[in-house]
């Protein structure tokens, strides 16, 4: 008797399973526990953790896959740039928001057809890229008006609200991303249209507000399928949290006391709860910048330039083996 059948049913088997494995559902850890219980063995080979743990994900296919996005990406646009001026309005807005969604109708295809695989992710990334410009090609060619930033704003909310509804049905990184980048865009448009005459100031308080809103997505994303996100997002957040702050200490009396409260927090969540050697980093920069700053306000002029050189180096020096070590202690296992 052929074994053909009982193949075939192992192989869509493996293909659901590895589905799942992509789409986050189930972990690999859970699937290496389960072949432990199931054989009666235990692995001794320690388990990968962190970024090490995501290499295998990122296989030669996949590599294959991001190189030949970002030729589409790149002809595409030097293919536009050459006809532009030979289209008309139809045909402007076709090569612009027309192939962006036709390349994220491509995608969530092959995502509903093979998940398993890397394509969907690709025709994603591609569509992600065109579709907001597309989206502001078609507005300029319907004879908007643009003296108010309110056109632009609207668009972007259709384009985030596009992404948002494709991130809940696919589920995927890719999606989740484009919702982030282009909901980021719109909380400043909005800004823009809701406060035509907002200062510096109000924009350094919204981006403290975004670099908080983004480190704690990146905590509620350690155990979804969103995980691979919370580096880049814990980068930006902490980045955008302290440069907007640090902004403001020369100006502000309140922000220039409490800022090193600020970094000295982050450098304690880094290790307490997010466990992110990333902002243990950037908490750690944001501490050295403030004593720069504090040191050439206060200092440099009484004890004189040199001798506060020296002071930073000593307490720069300090500042790193009190980080290596929380990181050996806490972080690195």
Same mark, same amino acid.
């Given at each position: 008797m052929s074994n053909?059948?009982?193949?075939?049913?192992?192989?869509?088997?493996?293909?659901?399973?590895?589905s799942r494995i992509e789409s986050g559902a189930i972990s690999e850890a859970e699937v290496r526990t389960l072949l432990e219980q199931s054989t009666g063995t235990t692995s001794t080979a320690p388990s990968p953790t962190g970024p090490i743990a995501r290499l295998p994900s990122l296989s030669i296919m996949r590599l294959l896959y991001v190189i030949g996005a970002i030729f589409i990406t790149l002809g595409v646009l030097y293919l536009v740039s050459q006809i532009w001026d030979d289209l008309g309005a139809a045909g402007r807005i076709f090569i612009t928001l027309g192939l962006g969604l036709i390349f994220a109708g491509t995608g969530s295809y092959f995502m509903l057809r093979d998940p398993a695989r890397g394509q969907g992710t690709v025709f994603h990334g591609?569509?992600?890229?065109? $579709?907001?410009?597309?989206?502001l090609v078609t507005l300029d060619e319907m004879g908007v008006d643009f003296d108010s930033t309110w056109p632009i704003t609207l668009t972007i909310a259709m384009v985030f609200v596009f992404y948002t509804a494709l991130t809940f049905v696919h589920r995927r990184v890719i999606l989740t991303f484009w919702a982030f980048t282009n909901g980021t865009v719109l909380t400043y448009l909005l800004m823009n249209s809701l406060l035509p005459t907002a200062s510096g100031e109000h924009y350094d308080y919204l981006t403290m507000t975004i670099g908080i809103s983004y480190l704690i997505c990146a905590? +509620?994303? @350690?155990?979804?399928?969103?995980? @691979? *996100?919370?580096?880049? +997002?814990?980068?930006?957040?902490?980045i955008g949290f302290y440069g907007a702050a640090f902004s403001q200490v020369p100006d502000r009396?309140?922000?220039?006391?409490?800022?090193?409260?600020?970094?000295?927090?982050?450098?304690a969540l880094?290790?307490? +709860?997010?466990?992110? @050697?990333? +902002? *243990?980093?950037?908490?750690? &920069?944001? #501490?050295?910048?403030? #004593? $720069?700053?504090?040191t050439a306000e206060y200092f440099a002029d009484s004890i004189g330039w040199p001798v506060? &050189? !020296?002071? &930073?180096?000593?307490? #720069?020096?300090? !500042?790193?083996?009190?980080s290596i070590s929380l990181n050996r202690k806490y972080l690195k296992q």
């Open positions: 053909k059948p009982q193949d075939i049913s192992a192989q869509a088997l493996l293909d659901e399973l590895a591609i569509g992600g890229c065109i $579709i907001p410009g597309g989206a905590y +509620l994303f @350690r155990s979804d399928c969103n995980d @691979r *996100l919370s580096p880049l +997002l814990n980068f930006f957040g902490a009396v309140i922000m220039e006391m409490l800022f090193p409260i600020l970094a000295f927090g982050g450098l880094s290790v307490a +709860l997010l466990h992110s @050697r990333l +902002l *243990l980093v950037i908490s750690n &920069l944001a #501490i050295i910048a403030y #004593i $720069i700053y504090f506060a &050189l !020296i002071l &930073l180096g000593f307490i #720069i020096i300090g !500042i790193g083996y009190f």
